[in-house]
Structures are given as structure tokens and as C-alpha cells.
């Protein structure tokens, strides 16, 4: 079973300081780990994954994730937070050793950037 | 990058209609492709797993004979909604399993349905 938490419904933060946007995650086996965004009304955009390697992960629009295997953690950063990336954001989990790939999703978590 | 076009963005229906989703991957072949609904402000909820050429996989909970999910060839996959009702109504988003990327997915960018 792979199930993932996001434990905070909404972010605000004011734009230029840091964001930080928290997941946890459940799997079996080791976890294949994605960050996507969302825009009202738009499909997912995929930010940065997970698979293997290095445990500081870089992906688009300066955004990172920091991948925590005693903790079980997968959370998402920004130096620097834009307007523009007030947004949902979600974050998956599959378990590595599944051949279904299907993605488990948290709830979402709102970012919310105040000029 | 890949791209995944999903077709039509929105749309509005009566009662009792049939309404056809397409979801194209336009630059790569995908043998997997799966069906979300989200309602407002929520999270993606699974509904099926396409496979090319073979039947639809329906997690529980979802009508298969509600929602018609062919996956015909290797860059498409339709859902229907057949007589679509207004708890119908919903964004439903495809994804493609990128097979030249194996641990990728690419999103389509939704459709809204309006049952009236």
C-alpha cells in the first residue's frame, strides 16, 4: 500500500521569503517521489521527482525537495517565494516495487504568496 | 517535452447525454494512461487504468458502465460519461505514462463537465 500526507491545507507566505511546503509519505518498498502544481481550472505540472541518488532534488521555477528516508519525508522549497507561485500543490508517492504504476496523491496544500 | 492534449477543456451537457473526453499523447506512445476526477479544491481520485488494446482497469467505487474508457491505440484514450447526471459534474484529468521515460507522467490539462 503507498498513501501520502500533506499535512498543511493551506501556505501563506509573503513573496521574497522562504516556502516550504510539507509531505509524508507511506510505501512498502523505497518510493518513487513527484511534486506537481496546479493552476485553477489546468491539468498537473510536474516540478521535480524523485527516483534514485542525491537526496536534494532540483526542479522547475527554482523550486527543490529535500528526500528524508528516516523520516519519510519529501518536502518542497523555494528560496524565494513569487506571486506567481501562489498555486495547489500536490505531492505523489508509487511504490518502486509496483508494476501498476499508479500514483498516490496527497490532498493538496494552497500556496498563498502576498505581494 | 512530452505533451499530453486533453479534449474538450469544457463542457456542457443535459441530463441523460453521453459525453466523450479525448486525451492524445502528442510526441510519445503511452501504453498507460489513467483517469482522474477532482472535485473543488480536492485531490485527484483514481478512476481507471488504460491500457492500450486491453480492457480498462476500474478502481472501486467507479461504474465502468458509467464511464466508458477506450484506449484503442498508443496515443489515445477516450472517457465517456454515458447518461451523465448532475453528480457527474467534475474536472476529469488524463495522464500518460511516458514509455521513454519510465517514471514519468504527463498530465493533461483537464476538462470541465457541466451536467444540467
Known amino acids: 500500500a503507498q498513501s501520502v500526507a500533506q499535512p498543511e491545507d493551506q501556505v501563506n507566505v509573503a513573496e521574497g521569503n522562504p516556502l516550504t511546503v510539507k509531505c509524508t509519505y507511506s510505501?512498502?518498498?523505497?518510493?518513487?517521489l513527484f511534486w506537481y502544481v496546479q493552476y485553477p481550472n489546468r491539468g498537473l505540472q510536474f516540478l521535480l521527482k524523485?527516483?534514485?541518488?542525491?537526496?536534494l532534488v532540483k526542479g522547475s521555477y527554482g523550486f527543490e525537495a529535500e528526500f528524508n528516508k528516516s523520516q519519510t519525508s519529501f518536502h518542497l522549497k523555494k528560496p524565494s517565494a513569487l506571486v506567481s507561485d501562489s498555486a495547489l500543490y500536490f505531492c505523489?508517492?508509487?511504490?518502486?516495487?509496483?508494476?501498476?504504476?499508479?500514483?498516490?496523491f496527497g490532498a493538496g496544500t494552497t500556496v498563498t504568496v502576498r505581494a | 517535452g512530452a505533451v499530453v492534449s486533453q479534449h474538450p477543456s469544457w463542457v456542457i451537457c443535459k441530463s441523460g447525454t453521453s459525453v466523450k473526453i479525448e486525451c492524445r499523447s502528442l510526441?510519445?506512445?503511452?501504453?498507460?494512461m489513467f483517469w482522474y476526477r477532482q472535485f473543488p479544491k480536492q485531490s485527484l481520485m483514481l478512476m481507471a487504468t488504460?491500457?492500450?488494446?486491453?480492457?480498462?482497469?476500474?478502481e472501486q467505487g467507479v461504474e465502468k458502465d458509467k464511464f466508458l474508457i477506450n484506449h484503442a491505440s498508443l496515443t489515445l484514450s477516450t472517457l465517456t460519461v454515458t447518461s451523465a447526471h448532475p453528480e457527474d459534474s467534475s474536472f476529469y484529468i488524463c495522464?500518460?505514462?511516458?514509455?521513454?521515460?519510465?517514471?514519468?507522467?504527463?498530465f493533461g490539462s483537464g476538462t470541465r463537465l457541466t451536467v444540467v
Open positions: 495522464s500518460a505514462r511516458d514509455q521513454g521515460a519510465p517514471y514519468g507522467y504527463t
Open positions: 510505501v512498502s518498498g523505497n518510493p518513487y
Open positions: 524523485y527516483i534514485t541518488g542525491d537526496n
Open positions: 505523489a508517492v508509487r511504490d518502486m516495487g509496483a508494476n501498476d504504476y499508479k500514483l498516490s
Open positions: 510526441d510519445f506512445q503511452a501504453t498507460t
Open positions: 488504460s491500457n492500450e488494446g486491453s480492457k480498462a482497469t476500474y
